[in-house]
């Protein structure tokens, strides 16, 4: 059931009568039901996987609670942990790591042995594992006591809006909330709507859009058959894409839980005005980012170490974030990327600011934008490896992206005359689409609040036109979608 299908928009209208009508006490009855009847749409045995999870969890967060002695706490985390990263290596890193090693044995001339097999990746998986992991871990840490309502604790691993690709939640804020009383709120369902609709217009009108021509030009460069221009607005395309797909998801998983009158964790916040990649990191898939932040990089040591150590504590930090992502090499070396553009960030930042300090107000200005363009310069070549899955085909694309730069209007228009863009409907409303992405996060960005949430401080014929604006949107996307069929979102293989 996809979030961009008439079937949820009924599942969700249906969830939500019943849920105001429901006495609060019954309330997370409901939603539990309705959070195991949404994931089993996919692969119904493999929710059984997630009531082991939540089971291992919820006994392992109580026996920590319970007990004083010391290594006894420590053993009970570890035996939590471990279930559920042993469950998220055999589904998500087996064959990865089975394939590498039939490879090494290859190489050592011992041929013929295959340790591969057939693993359904469960939808998700990397999701509510990291979430129950924080939930251990902070019981252990003594942040809050362990929940005794297994009930409560079911619906926290498994709500609905945020079950399948995030955002990754912490028991601190949407535990709380699940047990709290709540009541219909009609400012909650005018933001929460405006979100899911603009959610709908990203999915449909941009990232399913942008995946048809970035797919045709990555199905080329696979055949060897590709210009630098089209290298280039493959990186860019697929960029957009991506962030379009992703933080879509998360709109709408916000929109859905505040017609419920819960409010998830923000988990984008215009990235791609950032000025430098670890901005950018703070602003992109920002449950991620923290939950990798407090619970590997701070452990490490942080920043609180020598240089070397510092270095090292921030390159393993995203090499994990890069295998999180998927279970192959190009991933890791996606990670690693980012990585060490983070480690330069740390050498160029202070002397920028430095300068940026001495220049006066336009000079300073014409710099920052300077810095945003080259910081999304690089996180686009990044994305070469991500899209592609393959170290070779990756270089090979962004070693020919410098030849873009050569008559580069003559490139980009024959590129564009060859997607079918230039000059034509489908570019011209592309053109429209981005556009608006672009006023509302640079709204987002200037203000640092989700523009859909400020609406409600306008005056109400602004708001009624951009409200009915983005529904008719969002209704045109619904009924235009290609065959009537809703398209998955990128991150449900992760």
Not at 51 to 73: D, E, F, K, P
Not at 139 to 145: A, Q, S, T
Request: proline content about 4%; hydrophobic content about 55%; some cysteine.
């Amino acid at each position: 059931m996809l979030f961009t299908s008439w079937q949820y928009l009924a599942f969700l209208a249906l969830i939500c009568a019943f849920y105001y009508l429901l006495p609060q006490k019954l309330r997370w009855v409901l939603l539990l039901a309705a959070s195991y009847y949404f994931y089993m749409q996919w692969n119904a045995p493999l929710v059984l996987l997630i009531m082991a999870s939540t089971l291992v969890s919820y006994g392992a967060a109580l026996l920590i609670s319970r007990t004083q002695s010391t290594a006894l706490r420590r053993l009970f985390l570890w035996l939590g942990a471990g279930f559920h990263l042993a469950a998220l290596f055999y589904f998500k890193y087996f064959n990865f790591f089975a394939r590498n090693l039939s490879t090494a044995l290859r190489l050592a001339g011992i041929s013929g042995l295959s340790f591969e097999r057939d693993i359904l990746l469960p939808v998700g998986i990397s999701f509510y594992t990291f979430q129950t992991l924080s939930y251990i871990v902070d019981v252990y840490r003594g942040k809050y006591p362990a929940q005794r309502h297994l009930g409560h604790y079911a619906l926290y691993v498994s709500f609905f809006p945020q079950l399948v690709a995030g955002p990754i939640e912490r028991a601190g804020n949407l535990l709380g909330q699940l047990r709290a009383p709540h009541t219909a709120r009609p400012e909650n369902f005018s933001c929460g709507l405006r979100m899911i609709c603009w959610g709908f217009v990203k999915k449909v009108w941009l990232a399913d859009v942008l995946a048809r021509y970035a797919d045709s030009i990555f199905s080329e460069a696979a055949l060897g058959n590709f210009t630098p221009m089209g290298a280039l607005l493959a990186a860019v395309m697929f960029a957009f894409q991506l962030y379009c797909d992703f933080s879509a998801y998360s709109d709408i998983a916000i929109g859905s839980a505040l017609l419920l009158d819960i409010r998830l964790t923000e988990n984008f916040r215009a990235p791609f005005f950032a000025r430098s990649t670890r901005e950018l990191w703070r602003r992109w898939h920002i449950t991620l980012s923290s939950w990798l932040t407090d619970y590997v990089y701070i452990p490490l040591g942080g920043s609180r170490v020598s240089l070397p150590r510092h270095i090292f504590n921030l390159l393993f930090t995203f090499l994990l974030s890069g295998l999180w992502h998927g279970a192959n090499w190009s991933f890791v070396f996606w990670g690693l990327w980012n990585g060490t553009l983070i480690v330069l960030d740390l050498a160029v930042i202070p002397s920028r600011e430095r300068l940026e300090r001495r220049l006066p107000v336009y000079p300073r200005r014409a710099l920052q934008a300077l810095e945003t363009a080259v910081t999304f310069a690089l996180f686009c070549a990044g994305m070469l490896f991500f899209r592609t899955q393959s170290l070779r085909l990756g270089a090979i694309m962004l070693a020919a992206v410098p030849g873009a730069f050569v008559h580069p209007a003559l490139q980009f228009r024959e590129a564009l005359t060859a997607l079918g863009l230039w000059a034509t409907p489908q570019g011209n409303w592309l053109a429209v689409c981005l556009a608006a992405l672009l006023i509302h996060d640079f709204l987002h960005w200037r203000t640092e609040r989700e523009p859909w949430t400020l609406l409600s401080r306008c005056r109400a014929p602004l708001r009624a036109v951009l409200s009915y604006a983005v529904a008719a949107a969002a209704l045109a996307a619904l009924l235009m979608q290609p065959d009537g069929v809703a398209v998955e979102f990128i991150y449900f293989q992760f």
